[in-house]
């Protein structure tokens, strides 16, 4: 599908990272893009650099109140990973680097 491999490169999202769904209201302005990973895939550690496995995930949302012209909801499960030198560690989110204008919302 066309759509979300735009959606993916604008949100800095790459494999193992996954869109598996995205929803548009033209009404509301709104749009709604659900984000999730493979299971037993392998994310780098944000304290060490190494590869973890992703253990288990954790559900957030994050709003951007002009992301391609829409309101935009990602639903996302973030995973957490478990590194051999750092123990369990939630990963980075590409889409909340520096001049992003994602905010955490919960
Ligand atoms: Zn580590």
Known sequence: MEQPAIFSAT???SH????????FSKDEKRMDITIDFAHGSTFTCP???KEGIACDGE????????FLQYATYLHVRVPRIECCCCGICTVERPWSREGSRFALLQ
């Open 59 to 66: 559900n957030e949302t994050w709003y951007h109140d002009n």
């Open 47 to 49: 304290t060490c650099g």
């Open 11 to 13: 949100l800095g999202l």
């Open 16 to 23: 193992p990272w996954q869109i598996t769904a995205v929803s």
